[in-house]
């Protein structure tokens, strides 16, 4: 959400900002900007659009600085325009800053800083932090920029530049990512991994409370509230440049899409961990699934899969959580939260919270080394590799697969069930990316139904049990990359209400296991037929063809061919499925 980037080295800032912004997109896309400091001026240049249309009305190739910030934006605080993108100066244009996050006491600070003069010229919280460090400066960048950041409150990630001292980045970070890269005499600052990819795989991760100073040789990050320097650990980025491309295919969800074998794999490397994690699990009375989103709904599963085992288990949501269910959570609570960015606010705030009652927490992420692995007592990577599409689809196959192994083998300690049926489903686990692979052999006819499809103003679709899961993330994804309309309802529920919605040829799309519930799902989809709509099965004899696999398992496999079908729907109805409208991955605000 808001993608920041920094460099300062001996290469063109520019150029190597453009390609930064380009990789941090899925971030946000309303708006972008860039400033450099260039013969101890500053050149600044932003407006509504995205980074490809702004970066190349700015002329940038042409600015010959080797320092300087950009910025690229989902609004939060005033609309997409020229006025609100970022960077921001204070009135005298000395500093600059691209912010992400939220000042929630930017109204007070702009009311004081108005009074004493300063002229504000977007609707933006962020302006308040240039006219604020112009404020507090008297001979110091670094002191003037340190005490404004302590003032902010609520969540930033923050890079500022300034004529003043032209040889330095300043950088500050509270619950929104930040990180810089390592160069050789150059240094990269960047929301999020894949931004510095190309240029190094050494990285310090700041921490809340970190600021820094960054020049092209040196990086010294301090205590906010006490300015002494700490030493961070360098990491390694594991991923490689390549998983961060398209590599041939038309956008990044459907690579993505395609690395869904490779996800279930992944996934499984983090085997070891799971196993220890299970036998602390083991003795928790209450056991939670934490996340937002596509993340939720891998949790939901999670939730029946325990279900299934006998073991209780509820799924709250990361925006819900803290406001209700965080009232009944003690130390007999353990909390397993979902999420691919590690960033998501409302679930790391409810993980927060679950701590501070003494919950005992477990991630599930993908990001290594991201805000939830740091707030957490164990973490399971998924080892999906970088996603970079807006709306989950690998990532989700890898945290079932993760899920998956944790409820088999807590199932398991628990004595639920038995040593040889583990060794089965995981047998047939390692099957799972071979079937994934026949699904996405079937590609072209995913296509020819979406090309039936495409055109449908609504979409239902029904699962029961572990599958209805599976019918809200296929209706999610139709939802926000296609802009379909899409209900997803507990099959058993559609003669409750909805069935009332249904006419001649609204598509259902029927999730359909080969399990005992398979004759209750027959009786729904005659339900659906009687009233003329247009029945699509995803199934072993659906018209979206699925593998047999354990029932178990069936939510891995049966989301593929729902991830194609929406992802060619979109392409039909000529959107961009890597950025949808509205909305940003890693959601860094509640
Ligand atoms: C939908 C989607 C979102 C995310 C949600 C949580 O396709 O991607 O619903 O799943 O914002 O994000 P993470 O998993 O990063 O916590």
């Known amino acids: 959400m808001c993608g920041i980037a920094g460099y300062i080295g001996d290469k063109s800032a520019s150029k190597i ?12 896309y309303d708006s972008a900007g860039i400033a450099c400091l260039s013969d101890d001026s500053v050149v600044v240049f932003k407006n509504k659009g995205t980074v490809d249309k702004v970066m190349k009305e700015s002329g940038y190739e042409a600015i010959t600085s080797k320092i300087g910030i950009a910025h690229t934006r ?45 002229r504000f010229e977007s609707q933006t919280d962020t302006e308040v932090i240039p006219h604020l460090i112009s404020e507090l400066y008297v001979d110091s960048f670094e002191e003037a920029f340190r005490e404004a950041v302590k003032r902010l409150r609520g969540s930033f990630a923050v890079v500022v530049l300034s004529a003043k001292e032209p040889d330095r980045i300043l950088i500050a970070r509270k619950d929104s990512p930040l990180i810089v890269g390592l160069g050789d005499s150059e240094k990269f600052i960047a929301s999020d991994t894949p931004a510095v990819l190309p240029y190094t795989k050494r990285v310090l991760i700041l921490d809340d409370f970190d600021y820094g100073i960054v020049t092209k040789d040196h990086v010294t990050i301090k205590d906010l509230q006490t300015g002494e320097e700490i030493t961070k650990k360098v990491h390694e980025i594991e991923w490689d440049i390549k998983q961060a491309e398209k590599e041939g295919f038309t956008h990044f969800m459907l690579k993505e899409i395609f690395e869904e074998s490779e996800a279930v794999k992944n996934a499984v490397k983090a085997l070891p961990d799971i196993e220890k ?11 939670y699934f934490l996340g937002c989103g596509t993340a939720s709904h891998a949790g939901f599963v999670g939730k029946y899969l325990l279900e299934r085992f006998s073991i209780p288990s509820e799924l709250v949501l990361g925006s819900e959580f803290r406001y209700s269910t965080v009232n009944t959570i003690d130390k007999d609570c353990a909390i397993i939260a979902v999420s691919q960015s590690g960033e998501t606010a409302d679930t790391l705030a409810s993980v927060k919270d679950a701590r501070e009652r003494g919950a005992y927490v477990v991630s599930i992420v993908n990001v290594v080394g991201s805000t939830l692995t740091r707030v957490s007592d164990d973490i399971i990577y998924t080892y999906s590799g970088p996603e970079i599409a807006v709306a989950s689809t690998k990532a989700y196959v890898g945290q079932l697969t993760s899920i998956t192994l944790l409820s088999l083998y807590l199932a398991k300690e628990l004595q639920r069930i038995s040593a040889d049926y583990l060794d089965e489903i995981i047998d047939d686990i390692h099957s799972l990316p071979d079937k994934i692979g026949q699904i996405l052999g079937n590609e072209e006819e995913v296509k020819g139904l979406a090309e ?3 055109d449908k103003k609504i979409f239902f679709y029904i699962g029961r049990r572990l599958n209805y899961p599976t019918a809200l993330e296929g209706a999610l994804k139709i939802k926000e990359i296609a ?83 929406a992802y060619h729907i979109a392409v039909l109805r000529k959107l961009d499925p890597d950025k949808p409208r509205n909305l940003a991955k890693s959601v860094t605000v509640e």
Not at 17 to 28: A, H
């Open 17 to 28: 900002l453009f390609e930064m912004l380009k990789r941090l997109e899925y971030r946000g």
């Open 74 to 118: 989902w609004a939060t605080h005033g609309e997409p325009s020229k006025e609100n993108a970022h960077p921001h100066c204070d009135s005298k244009g000395e500093f600059i800053v691209a912010h992400n996050g939220i000042i929630e006491n930017y109204r007070d600070l702009k009311a004081e800083l108005m009074e004493r003069g300063h």
């Open 277 to 287: 994690i299970a036998k602390k699990l083991k003795n928790y009375k209450r056991i």
């Open 452 to 454: 039936k499809l495409f």
């Open 483 to 565: 802009y379909v309309h899409a209900e997803a309802y507990p099959a058993g529920e559609l003669k409750h209400g909805p069935l009332a919605l249904l006419e001649e040829g609204v598509p259902v799309v029927a999730i359909n296991p080969n399990d005992d519930l398979l004759e209750k799902m027959d009786s729904n989809i005659q339900e659906a037929k009687a009233r003329n709509a247009s029945i699509i099965v995803v199934g072993e004899n659906g018209a979206l063809k699925t593998p047999v696999i354990d029932p178990i398992l069936s939510p891995i496999l049966y989301i593929v061919p729902l991830h194609l079908l």
